[in-house]
């Protein structure tokens, strides 16, 4: 469970579309590629040429980071960014290894070197690449040596197949101590109105000039529905007068909030792609941003945000 309890400030920086990241600039909003597997990440899409058809217009649409992982299919939104995110289009394309699905509904951990290192040459085939531009530990496998496991990224790294490291969920610790060892390229995150957790987190980043990715940007699926209503209700008022949907409002609280963030959002909509590329024209308030914050940590009142509850739901 993710405490809703501690509202991120935003500073009044100016407005900023993109950030440097894995040796790019890239747009803020990045494109999040479970959509892309039939489920929310099981199985071959049902229509796999409009699927690819999707990625392209998402392209074009200005989404130049494009986050996948290993897990997802398993290896399905990997092999279609294979397919159609040829390396010359100049595209972020960032990866993940080091989960286990063992079905529809099984998600593990697995950080044996052994394993990373399948995973990434396996990867390597599927994205039809030399170089993974961006690879993360997906989590960190508590029954591995943390060192075994990005020690085993960073050879992979140096032996060319990998162009950045990143790592998602670390706790404070982990983050500083692969800081002490090799600091990650990029940390990745659970991160929205609903579930400001990772603040302290994305804050050591940014005084480490880590660029720090928000996952569930769009509050995700964390909250049972008359929770989930309560959020998007304040989230409507608030963006109103800035002309927002409350969509775009979610995506800009964490625009706003995290100055050298980027939000991801998936979608199989072209018009919910488009519609969420309008958050990065409006830049909130610091006020408005820290009031938004404020009224969702209220209305939750203590209810603990649970990145697994909708998938125990499913079953
Ligand atoms: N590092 C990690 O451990 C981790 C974990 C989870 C996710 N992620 C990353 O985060 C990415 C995004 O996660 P996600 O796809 O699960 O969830 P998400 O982006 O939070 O939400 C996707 C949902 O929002 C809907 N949506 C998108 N734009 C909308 C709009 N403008 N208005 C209304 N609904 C809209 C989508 O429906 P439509 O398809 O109808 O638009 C879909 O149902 C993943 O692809 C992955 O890259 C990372």
């Keep these: 469970m993710v405490a809703t309890s501690a509202p991120a400030v935003a500073t009044d920086a ?7 990241l894995a040796g790019r600039t890239v747009s803020r909003l990045g494109f999040g590629a479970a959509r ?37 299919g398993p290896g399905v939104s990997d092999e279609i960014i294979g397919d159609v995110v040829h390396p010359a289009l100049g595209v972020v394309v960032a990866s993940k ?19 990373l290192r399948q995973q990434v040459y396996a990867t390597l085939v599927r994205l039809r690449r030399e170089q993974i531009p961006l690879l993360y530990l ?12 990005w020690g085993t990224l960073r050879e992979l790294r140096d032996e060319g197949l990998i162009g950045h490291l990143g790592v998602c969920e670390p706790t404070i610790e982990q983050f500083e101590h692969l800081v002490d060892v090799e600091a990650p390229a990029v940390v990745q995150s659970l991160y929205n109105v609903a579930a400001p957790g990772s603040a302290a987190i994305a804050d050591r980043a940014d005084a480490l000039g880590v660029p720090f990715v928000a996952y569930w940007a769009l509050i995700g699926r964390g909250l049972a529905a008359p929770h989930h209503e309560k959020v998007f209700a304040i989230l409507q008022a608030a963006g109103a007068p800035f002309g927002l949907t409350a969509a775009q409002t979610a995506l800009a609280w964490v625009l706003a909030t995290r100055a050298n963030g980027l939000a ?19 830049r909130l308030p610091a006020d408005v941003a820290e009031r938004i914050g404020f009224d969702v940590a209220a209305a939750l009142d203590g209810v603990a945000f649970d990145p697994r509850r909708s998938a125990e739901e499913e079953r």
Excluded: C, K
């Design 14 to 20: 100016p407005p900023q579309r993109r950030i440097a």
């Design 36 to 72: 892309l597997t039939a489920g929310d990440g099981w199985g071959r899409p049902s229509d796999p040429v409009q699927t690819r058809r999707l990625l392209r217009l998402a392209i074009d649409e200005g989404y130049d980071y494009i986050d996948s992982a290993d897990a997802l």
């Design 97 to 115: 290894v080091g989960m286990l699905r063992t079905g529809p509904h099984g998600w593990g951990v697995l950080g044996r070197p052994d394993y």
């Design 138 to 149: 997906h989590r960190i496998d508590p029954d591995v040596p943390l060192d075994d496991q």
């Design 264 to 282: 991801l959002v998936g979608s199989r909509s072209l018009r919910h792609l488009a519609e969420n590329r309008a958050a990065l024209d409006v």
